[in-house]
């Protein structure tokens, strides 16, 4: 694996992350702009504006408090280059957080000059090339500060790093009840720390108590002469219903997409998010039904009187829900239509009416901003899946279409 050349000047100033120099970075690459016209494959279409504008608003909820937005798991399905390309240039965001090794990676080939921090348990054979490219490593487990460490030995450069304590999610961290000799140890170690932080359960009572944790821990670093760097625990969640955690930067994901948090929650009566993207494709077939005649794997739907039908080349393999039949609907056209029968692994079809009222090569879309009916947390509701799957389960591969 070819490490490109970084260094890192500087560490973090008040709750700001310093941004790595970086030589011979490139540009991160841009998809295409536009559809041809006879394409029928679904794609994905992405929208800056809207995520830019997602950020203003997380940035007012959250007091206008340093925003470290988490673009994990391809990015919550808009793409993981896409959504840095479309961050990276708000003075609002100061790094980005993944999950994963190889995201980690990609960002850094990409030209990503923003920190990126690796909010997992990183494997000593990758620890060398993380260090090299100046991703901030978590130190999650006992052994991780020593690993981090040699790595850094290793090919010469300094570490940068973020503590994880497990303040009482039970997931990923050092527990909270033995941090205070793991926090003296990584002290005496050679490890710039660019922050601490933990991951909240959103029980909102015991939210506040993981913050006391968390900052009881920080009180007794700085009455020892040390530091925990800022911390940091809010998500989406916290930023729209625990703004008062106190901490010194937010990570929001989902919200930076124009998901809200809680399919269930208040959250837009406090703040307005615009969903970030599309998932689209033209109809295929458009054909009238007979009275009795059935649509799709088990006969589901069966016509009751004559009606037309259009069928669109995406199905679950895309993102589509196999629950969309429980009340999702496809815009086109300006028209809203039922998705009937069964999703299929590559098709999705939907009732017309009496009258054949789109035609082939008409745009459809079940995800996106421009109906209420199809904002990502809507067909969440009516599917009764988790806004999260619905952005997640997004097929990679789809192409990106940035608009």
């Known amino acids: 694996m070819t490490v490109s050349r970084r260094s890192f000047v500087g560490g973090l100033a008040g709750a700001a992350i310093a941004v790595p120099e970086m030589a011979g970075a490139t540009a991160l690459p841009s998809p295409p702009s536009t559809v041809p016209s006879d ?5 994905i279409e992405v929208i800056p504006a809207a995520i830019q504008q997602n950020v203003r608003t997380l940035s007012r909820l959250a007091g206008r408090r340093p925003i470290l937005a988490v673009i994990k798991n391809n990015g919550y399905g808009l793409g993981l280059l896409e959504a840095a390309r479309a961050l990276e240039p708000m003075d609002q965001v100061v790094g980005f ?19 990126i921090l690796l909010m997992a348990l990183f494997a000593e054979a990758d620890a060398p090339d993380l260090v090299a490219r100046g991703v901030h490593l978590a130190l999650c487990t006992d052994e991780a500060p020593d690993l981090a460490v040699r790595a850094a030995e290793r090919v010469g450069k300094p570490v940068a790093a973020h503590i994880y304590l497990d303040t009482g999610m039970s997931r990923m961290g050092v527990p909270y009840h033995r941090a205070a000799p793991f926090l003296e140890r990584v002290a005496r170690l050679p490890i710039r720390i660019q922050g601490t932080f933990t991951g909240l359960t959103e029980d909102r009572e015991f939210d506040r108590e ?33 703004p008062e955690d106190g901490l010194d930067l937010v990570r929001p994901g989902i919200s930076l997409f124009g998901g809200y948090p809680s399919d269930a929650g208040n959250e837009r009566t406090i703040a307005t998010l615009q969903p970030a993207l599309r998932l689209r494709a033209r109809v295929v077939r458009v054909e009238r039904l007979s009275t009795g005649d059935g649509v799709s794997y088990g006969r589901r739907y069966v016509a009751e009187r004559p009606t037309w039908v259009a069928t669109l080349p995406m ?9 969309g039949v429980k009340g999702a609907r496809v815009l086109i056209g300006g028209g809203l239509y039922p998705v009937i ?30 109906d209420p009916a199809i904002h990502p947390n809507a067909v969440a509701s009516v599917t009764g899946m988790s806004v999260y799957d619905i952005l997640m389960h997004l097929n990679p591969t789809l192409p990106k279409v940035v608009v």
């Open 39 to 43: 394409r029928f494959d679904p794609w």
């Open 341 to 370: 029968g069964a999703v299929s692994a590559s098709h999705t079809i939907v009732e017309l009416g009496d009258e054949p009222r789109v035609r082939i090569g008409d745009v459809g879309t079940l995800v996106g901003p421009d």
């Open 210 to 242: 993981q913050v006391r944790r968390l900052t009881g821990l920080a009180v007794e670093a700085r009455a020892r002469g040390g530091s925990l760097g800022p911390l940091h625990a809010a998500s989406s969640d916290a930023v729209f219903n625990f």
């Open 97 to 115: 957080a993944v999950v994963k090794t190889e995201e980690a990676i990609r960002l850094s080939e990409a030209g990503v000059t923003k920190p």
């Open 315 to 323: 199905g679950n393999t895309d993102g589509v829900p196999r629950t």
